[in-house]
């Protein structure tokens, strides 16, 4: 399918039941306008589609990537770091959501499918698992914007009035339908979501300088002299990538893009070229769904970060909470035994501090202080376990100390051996981070 015959399918002429399309957005054909009002799509949210890229590579997350792609790597003991997203999709009632894979995807769509099975059809919801089609181009995705272009298809098929593009690989809690009434108050093409972050940290993001009534004046990826927000001298605006798009808007701007030789990518190329055409692009304040002050968004794209967020969750008072009836964080459900502690003697004590405890795991007559212990975790007697995080079926071996480090899954530690404590070993045998983090792969043999 050309560009052209792209254009000429999306855009179709007007109708005499235009009275039903919002001005500027997508003009719909009238058997679709007709059949969407049979479906008795009232509200807002029902018109939204969501699009998750989850098809990047995770190189900075290697060997946590080495046989599965970056959303779903096991986080917090019991979930998958897609389930984040996908829970807040659900929780603003968002219930049309394509995955767009492309790497190492085996393990994230079964994830989908054991856990995310509660979409019901008959109401026109769905999450669908979509690798690469190459409908239009014989290649794989070449960029978040390429990713979009190539599954055209799937909203010409949809038809929604407005596409919400979110990442797999965030740690956080929103209300998408918040940020829909903003974009809807504004007319506006395109909403991208910010949050407020230090002037020194600005190279890491896309940041956004918007005028009063928060539209966007300037967009620049990662840039080297930020502008600040001019009432607040301290912190810049960073692009959170969620974006809501007008569908007619996105469609257009990424078929405009397939045809450059750019990079592909919204943050880059997409956002940018819009505000320098003049579309009314603007940023949406992130709202923070935790219970505690303050915001909590994390950007799980090392594996520095990934190991903080993690840490984050141990603390006495977490400022992410998983224990929120109000915003629920969903998962796989997992058969097996409650978690427990053997004590076999005062010499022999289980010893259990600010840690999680995951189904089946056992701590039998040793000291966890500061730890994650993912599904049927066991940690023998004497056995000392500080500032970490294990995955699933993780066995550690009596007399063990290990401290500062993050053990795939399948791992079992012989007795008697450290990890943590001598940083040129650890160095010699495993992958380590600058700060001292290591991390042990999936299913190494000692």
Same mark, same amino acid.
């Given at each position: 399918?050309?560009?052209?015959?792209?254009?000429?399918?999306?855009?179709?002429?007007?109708?005499?039941?235009?009275?039903?399309?919002?001005?500027?957005?997508?003009?719909?054909?009238?058997?679709?306008? =007709?059949?969407?009002?049979? =479906?008795?799509?009232?509200?807002?949210?029902?018109?939204?589609?969501?699009?998750?890229?989850?098809?990047?590579?995770?190189?900075?997350?290697?060997?946590?990537?080495?046989?599965?792609?970056?959303?779903?790597?096991?986080?917090?003991?019991?979930?998958? +770091? +897609?389930?984040?997203?996908?829970?807040?999709?659900?929780?603003?009632?968002? =219930?049309?959501?394509?995955?767009?894979?492309?790497?190492?995807?085996?393990?994230?769509?079964?994830?989908?499918?054991?856990?995310?099975?509660?979409?019901?059809?008959?109401?026109?919801?769905?999450?669908?698992?979509?690798?690469?089609?190459?409908?239009?181009?014989?290649?794989?995705?070449?960029?978040?914007?390429?990713?979009?272009?190539?599954?055209?298809?799937?909203?010409?098929?949809?038809?929604?009035?407005?596409?919400?593009?979110?990442?797999?690989?965030?740690?956080?809690?929103?209300?998408?339908?918040?940020?829909?009434?903003?974009?809807?108050?504004?007319?506006?093409?395109?909403?991208?979501?910010?949050?407020?972050?230090?002037?020194?940290?600005?190279?890491?993001?896309?940041?956004?300088?918007?005028?009063?009534? &928060?539209?966007?004046?300037?967009?620049?990826?990662?840039?080297?002299?930020?502008?600040?927000?001019?009432?607040?001298?301290?912190?810049?605006?960073?692009?959170?990538?969620?974006?809501?798009?007008?569908?007619?808007?996105?469609?257009?701007?990424?078929?405009?893009?397939?045809?450059?030789?750019?990079?592909?990518?919204?943050?880059?190329?997409?956002?940018?070229?819009?505000?320098?055409?003049?579309?009314? *692009?603007?940023?949406?304040?992130?709202?923070?769904?935790?219970?505690?002050?303050?915001?909590?968004?994390?950007?799980?794209?090392?594996?520095?970060?990934?190991?903080?967020?993690?840490?984050?969750?141990?603390?006495?008072?977490?400022?992410?909470?998983?224990?929120?009836?109000?915003?629920?964080?969903?998962?796989?459900?997992?058969?097996?035994?409650?978690?427990?502690?053997?004590?076999?003697?005062?010499?022999?004590?289980?010893?259990?501090?600010?840690?999680?405890?995951?189904?089946?795991?056992?701590?039998? &007559?040793?000291? *966890?202080?500061?730890?994650?212990?993912?599904?049927?975790?066991?940690?023998?007697?004497?056995?000392?376990?500080?500032?970490?995080?294990?995955?699933?079926?993780?066995?550690?071996?009596?007399?063990?100390?290990?401290? =500062?480090?993050?053990?795939?899954?399948?791992?079992?530690?012989?007795?008697?051996?450290? +990890?943590?404590?001598?940083?040129?070993?650890?160095?010699?045998?495993?992958?380590?981070?600058?700060?001292?983090?290591?991390?042990?792969?999936?299913?190494?043999?000692?």
């Amino acid at each position: 399918m050309n560009d052209t015959t792209l254009e000429e399918n999306f855009f179709p002429n007007t109708s005499p039941l235009d009275q039903y399309v919002q001005p500027g957005k997508v003009r719909y054909a009238p058997s679709v306008v =007709r059949a969407q009002l049979q =479906r008795g799509r009232t509200s807002p949210e029902q018109e939204v589609v969501v699009m998750l890229l989850a098809g990047g590579q995770g190189e900075r997350l290697y060997p946590l990537t080495k046989d599965r792609a970056k959303p779903a790597v096991p986080f917090g003991g019991v979930y998958r +770091i +897609i389930d984040f997203t996908l829970s807040n999709c659900l929780n603003s009632g968002l =219930r049309r959501i394509f995955v767009l894979t492309q790497y190492k995807s085996f393990s994230l769509q079964r994830h989908i499918q054991e856990a995310w099975n509660l979409f019901n059809p008959l109401l026109g919801e769905f999450i669908d698992v979509v690798p690469p089609q190459q409908r239009n181009v014989k290649r794989w995705y070449q960029g978040t914007a390429d990713a979009v272009f190539q599954n055209i298809y799937a909203l010409e098929q949809e038809r929604p009035r407005w596409v919400l593009l979110v990442s797999g690989d965030h740690v956080y809690k929103m209300d998408y339908s918040k940020m829909l009434d903003f974009h809807l108050q504004n007319n506006a093409d395109v909403t991208v979501s910010c949050t407020k972050v230090p002037l020194a940290d600005a190279s890491r993001f896309g940041i956004a300088h918007t005028s009063s009534d &928060g539209r966007i004046q300037s967009f620049a990826e990662k840039p080297q002299n930020p502008v600040a927000i001019p009432d607040d001298p301290d912190h810049c605006f960073a692009s959170m990538g969620v974006y809501l798009f007008s569908t007619d808007v996105l469609v257009q701007s990424v078929i405009n893009d397939v045809k450059k030789d750019t990079e592909h990518d919204f943050g880059k190329n997409i956002i940018p070229q819009m505000v320098k055409d003049g579309d009314r *692009v603007f940023a949406y304040q992130f709202e923070d769904e935790n219970p505690y002050d303050g915001i909590y968004w994390r950007d799980i794209g090392t594996l520095e970060s990934y190991y903080e967020a993690n840490m984050d969750l141990v603390r006495a008072t977490p400022q992410f909470s998983l224990y929120d009836d109000h915003w629920p964080v969903r998962r796989r459900s997992q058969p097996g035994p409650p978690g427990k502690t053997v004590t076999y003697s005062p010499e022999r004590r289980a010893d259990l501090h600010d840690s999680m405890l995951s189904t089946g795991a056992i701590v039998s &007559g040793s000291h *966890v202080d500061h730890s994650i212990l993912g599904p049927r975790c066991f940690i023998h007697s004497w056995a000392d376990v500080r500032d970490s995080v294990l995955f699933d079926d993780v066995e550690i071996g009596r007399h063990c100390k290990i401290r =500062r480090a993050i053990i795939d899954k399948h791992v079992k530690i012989p007795p008697h051996t450290e +990890i943590g404590y001598d940083a040129e070993a650890d160095k010699a045998r495993f992958t380590c981070t600058e700060n001292g983090i290591v991390i042990v792969p999936k299913g190494m043999i000692f």
